[in-house]
């Protein structure tokens, strides 16, 4: 099967840290930029960062900006984000996907979606 598995969701208080991994399988990651998204229950999917194919360029939205940082390690076929200053607010369940570019962060464009890992933040 083509997909993504994400990885490395849970519990955490706010203030802490925690690293996502999203490993492709039936693929290879170089091929293709890779979005991270989250959904919080009763909100629509919301895209947080992208990096690009070769790893040269990021970018992320506004409210990620600073915190969460996207990187990739195309020799494990693996993209990661590490989620700093984690606020409750940052609940939701947290999906991988890909695309031709980086362009936007927006759902619409992006394939190859994952099953999500759910990240809790609460004290």
């Known amino acids: 099967q083509v997909q993504f598995v994400e990885s490395g969701g849970g519990l955490v208080q706010p203030g802490g840290s925690l690293r996502l991994s999203c490993a492709a399988s039936g693929f290879t990651l170089d091929d293709y930029a890779i979005g991270w998204f989250r959904q919080a229950p009763g909100k629509e999917r919301e895209g947080l960062s992208c990096?690009?194919?070769?790893?040269?360029?990021?970018y992320d939205v506004d409210s990620v900006k600073g915190r969460f940082t996207i990187s990739r390690d195309d020799a494990k076929n693996t993209v990661y984000l590490q989620m700093n200053s984690l606020k409750p607010e940052d609940t939701a369940v947290y999906y991988c996907?890909?695309?031709?570019?980086?362009?936007?962060?927006?759902?619409?464009?992006?394939?190859?979606w994952g099953q999500g890992t759910q990240v809790t933040v609460s004290s």
């Open positions: 996907a890909a695309d031709l570019d980086c362009v936007a962060v927006t759902p619409q464009t992006y394939f190859y």
């Open positions: 990096i690009t194919k070769n790893g040269g360029r990021s």
